[in-house]
Nanobody, 126 residues
Framework: QVQLVESGGGLVQAGGSLRLACAPS????????MGWFRQAPGKEREFVAA????????YYADSVKGRFTISRGNAENTVWLQMNSLKPEDTAVYYC???????????????????WGQGTQVTVSA
């Protein structure tokens, strides 16, 4: 019922910036959090950032804190991930996710999210 479409990925040099967008389509019910996860080849999917239902609280993995910013638009529920000072280790497929079970104690777990986008590739060259 719910579709999430990521965009904005691409190739960038180390130190550069990218801005990812997650655009929901279809109808979602209730209050839900939104998160960004990433997965590099041969590695586990890891938490990147999350925002609660009203955009008032944000959470970040230590590896991206101070460099990435998650935000939630008031119109159309679009979620953004601004990525600055990118490093080669940021290279991964980035996934947007929506979760009705999102809480302040489980936002970092992929199992807390119900719907996932198709992913967008981010490649950072040295």
């Amino acid at each position: 019922q719910v579709q999430l479409v990521e965009s904005g990925g691409g190739l960038v040099q180390a130190g550069g910036s990218l801005r990812l967008a997650c655009a929901p389509s279809g109808r979602t019910f209730g209050r839900y959090g939104m998160g960004w996860f990433r997965q590099a080849p041969g590695k586990e999917r890891e938490f990147v950032a999350a925002v609660n239902w009203n955009g008032g609280s944000t959470y970040y993995a230590d590896s991206v804190k101070g460099r990435f910013t998650i935000s939630r638009g008031n119109a159309e529920n679009t979620v953004w991930l601004q990525m600055n000072s990118l490093k080669p280790e940021d290279t991964a497929v980035y996934y947007c996710a929506s979760g009705s079970a999102f809480t302040i104690t489980n936002y970092y777990r992929s199992g807390s999210y119900d719907y996932w986008g198709q992913g967008t590739q981010v490649t950072v060259s040295a």
